[in-house]
């Protein structure tokens, strides 16, 4: 499990020396590679990896688990128990734009992350410059064709090639430690403190180049559920963090040997034979980070489809034994379109830092505030404790952030933007769902008016099982009665059925259906999944014959009421909300192709709102 978080969790931040020393230096700060300079980056890229990933997020943020699982919507589910409703709007605010920063993200990642690796044929070769962005296209083309074929082939290679990666990082760094160990000396924090002091504005904007040294902190968190905090833990305490710090320490000591190799730290450290497989291995390791962050993005799309936060989408299972293998298509080709406009527009990986470090920081700040909550909340921690820990990881975000924020217009509002949009899609998609439903409930018959109805219309009783989809639990779903109404039949077995995502991953498989008796000859099926799990209707046939009730896909006919909705006179603002929301429905997948019932079985009713 060690080896394979290694391969999997460590894809991003383990490429971050491919840059971050590079972009520490460039025009814009005006610094000179002097002793002094060198130290200050190299203590400072310590101390922040120490400070955020070591004790913020290993130690503390991991705490913060549902049923072992993390990520940032998690953090917010969380977040939001036990907190006046207020207050767990709040958050529910935040964890949503925590969210659409990750998106942003999962733009600019595999964008920087393979033209860096790229440009490393420039050291080499000069004249191959032009080839770099045509080439990373090329390799981002054949990484989200594959994605369709699932990662677990592909996947029992990441850690073994991640762990070479990490060893000749380690390697190459140790070279030039070697060669002037008073690098070392960089590790007290005294010279971050001297560079901060010595050059104060240009120090403070110098943290947006340096928190790309912690870039996928939060995939950490995010992937706690598919190997466990333990073998995070030892993968980074034992293996990788030593690796960077000893690959950043020999860059620092090259620059202060040979200022030449400001151009590209990196691939200097390597020797001239030894340039061009580096590259191969830098352009493999950077597949794999982007990997990571794809299969984030396909997790995070699933979690906010069951959560309500968007409309049904196609997933597809990629694995018959593991749960987490799935792709979305809809998402990876969106995610391709966008890193393909990034690549064209910026052209260049030293371009993309300022996006790159916005998008990070905005989520590193938002998992603090949230964090926090869980810890004086679930766990029950003191309050003036909970807020001193609060104070001093914030004390170190907001400064993060901050330096970022001011290069908005250099590539800043890529992320910005992204996140925006992705927050007002779930945020209108969760509200104007949610009165959809408010409104359905309302106009929806009691049990007891569609007995007098049924008593009315005394209609002819057809052998076989009518399963309804209810929307909610109360009352009886519009289907039925236009199905009463129009037809003037009833089956003789009826079931309303109900899905319930819980606030929970998992559900265990004995809990997934309950079946409550409405009458002689109907009953209300109940099915409950967690966030992380996808229903399929033979399951749920299986389930029910566990518990007695036939169900049978060969003789079953399914009722579903489809809503036509048309806006009503409202306000201009209101008026946009809902033509998205109609946008959106119109172009969700319908609920019975997401548990996968069968097109012959499936008989849709119409029903006409206002919204």
């Not at 001297?194 to 504005?201: S, V």
């Not at 109805?453 to 039925?480: D, N």
């Not at 009665?481 to 037809?487: C, S, V």
């Not at 806006?567 to 996968?596: C, E, M, Q």
């Amino acid at each position: 499990m060690t080896i394979a978080a290694i391969g999997v969790v460590y894809g991003d931040i383990g490429t971050s020396p491919l840059y971050t020393l590079h972009e520490c230096f460039s025009p814009h700060l005006g610094v000179k590679p002097d002793t002094s300079v060198v130290m200050g980056f190299l203590s400072l890229i310590f101390w922040a990896q120490l400070l955020v990933v070591s004790i913020k997020y290993l130690a503390f943020v991991m705490r913060a688990d549902n049923q072992g699982e993390g990520g940032i919507l998690t953090l917010m589910s969380l977040a939001g128990r036990n907190t006046p409703y207020r207050t767990t709007t709040v958050l529910l605010i935040l964890g949503l734009i925590g969210g659409g920063l990750f998106y942003g993200d999962s733009i600019i990642t595999p964008a920087m992350s393979v033209l860096s690796a790229l440009e490393g044929v420039e050291v080499m070769a000069p004249g191959m410059a032009r080839l770099v962005v045509p080439a990373s296209i090329l390799v981002l083309l054949g990484l989200f064709l594959i994605q369709r074929h699932g990662t677990a082939t592909v996947g029992k290679l990441f850690g073994p090639i991640m762990i070479l990666w990490f060893v000749v990082l380690a390697v190459l760094g140790l070279r030039q430690i070697i060669a002037n160990p008073q690098v070392l000396a960089a590790l007290h924090p005294g010279w971050a403190w001297h560079f901060a002091i010595t050059y104060q504005f240009t120090a403070f904007l110098a943290l947006g180049a340096v928190v790309l040294s912690i870039t996928g902190g939060e995939a950490l968190y995010a992937d706690m559920g598919h190997f466990g905090t333990r073998p995070i833990r030892l993968a980074w305490f034992w293996f990788v963090s030593p690796a960077l710090i000893l690959n950043y320490f020999g860059q620092g000591a090259l620059i202060l040997n040979d200022p030449r190799a400001l151009d590209n730290p990196f691939f200097r450290l390597a020797p001239d034979w030894a340039v061009m497989p580096l590259v191969l291995l830098a352009t493999v390791a950077t597949i794999i980070a982007s990997q990571a962050v794809i299969s984030g993005a396909f997790s995070m799309t699933r979690q906010a489809v069951r959560m309500g936060y968007l409309p049904n989408m196609k997933i597809l299972h990629t694995s018959e034994n593991e749960e987490g293998q799935i792709y979305i298509p809809f998402v990876n080709w969106l995610l391709f379109a966008a890193i393909l406009v990034v690549i064209l527009l910026f052209r260049e990986s030293g371009k993309l830092a300022a996006a790159y470090g916005i998008a990070v920081t905005g989520t590193m700040a938002i998992t603090t505030l949230l964090a926090c909550y869980v810890a004086h909340y679930n766990w029950h921690w003191p309050l003036p404790v909970v807020k001193v820990i609060g104070l001093l990881l914030l004390a170190i975000d907001l400064p993060f952030f901050a330096s970022n924020l001011i290069k908005v217009l250099d590539g800043g509002w890529l992320p910005l933007g992204v996140g925006a949009l992705t927050f007002v899609v779930m945020a209108i998609w969760k509200w104007e769902h949610f009165q959809l439903l408010r409104q359905i409930s309302r106009l929806s018959l009691s049990l007891e008016q569609f007995n007098k109805l049924v008593a009315q219309e005394k209609p002819l009783r057809i052998s076989g099982t009518a399963v309804y989809m209810a929307r909610t639990e109360q009352g009886v779903p519009h289907a039925l009665i236009h199905n009463l109404r129009h037809n003037h039949v009833l089956h003789e077995r009826n079931l309303l059925m109900t899905f319930r995502t819980q606030d929970t991953p998992y559900v265990d498989r004995d809990k997934h259906i309950e079946f409550k008796p409405l009458g002689a000859d109907m009953q209300r099926m109940i099915v409950t999944y967690g966030f992380n799990e996808t229903p399929e209707i033979e399951t749920l046939c299986q389930l029910a014959r566990e518990q007695g009730v036939m169900l049978d896909l060969n003789s079953t006919t399914f009722f579903f009421s489809r809503e036509t909705l048309a806006s009503t006179r409202r306000g201009l603002f209101a008026r946009l909300r809902a033509h998205l929301f109609v946008f959106l429905r119109k172009n969700a997948l319908s609920p019975h192709d997401v548990i996968h019932i069968p097109p012959g079985r499936v008989i849709e009713m119409g029903l006409q709102l206002k919204i």
